[in-house]
């Protein structure tokens, strides 16, 4: 079975980077397509950005985070990482990682394709 688990979360100044990483363990995510989203407090999950699987590896972003986060796979390590530089107040928010079995490219507005989700993990942006 599938289990996500997040790291990297913490509390950043404006201006500062983070790495955020998904741990995979169970299986394998060569043949999944990795999502990273988000919720602040009294919002809605938003797409923050995805990762196809590992034939593909074609990224999308949010237009929010564009040109500011970076989205990679290490599959030596099974794991998918979310880089975060130029962090604003407006990034704070507790950061999910999911998982979709699927060869396509990655799906960035549907999140309920995604069928696996890690626990979550807190970036918090202030000075």
């Known amino acids: 079975q599938l289990q996500l688990v997040e790291s990297g979360g913490g509390l950043v100044q404006p201006g500062g980077s983070l790495r955020l990483s998904c741990a995979a363990s169970g299986v394998t995510l060569d043949n999944y397509a990795i999502g990273w989203f988000r919720q602040a407090p009294g919002r809605e999950r938003e797409g923050v950005s995805c990762i196809s699987s590992r034939g593909s590896g074609s990224t999308d972003y949010a237009d929010s985070v564009k040109d500011r986060f970076t989205i990679s796979r290490d599959n030596a390590k099974n794991t998918i990482y979310l880089d975060m530089d130029s962090l604003s107040d407006e990034d704070t928010s507790v950061y999910y990682c999911?998982?979709?079995?699927?060869?396509?490219?990655?799906?960035?507005?549907?999140?309920?394709?995604?069928?696996?989700w890690g626990q979550g993990a807190q970036v918090t942006v202030s000075s």
């Open positions: 999911a998982a979709e079995f699927w060869l396509g490219t990655c799906v960035l507005t549907e999140m309920s394709r995604y069928e696996a």
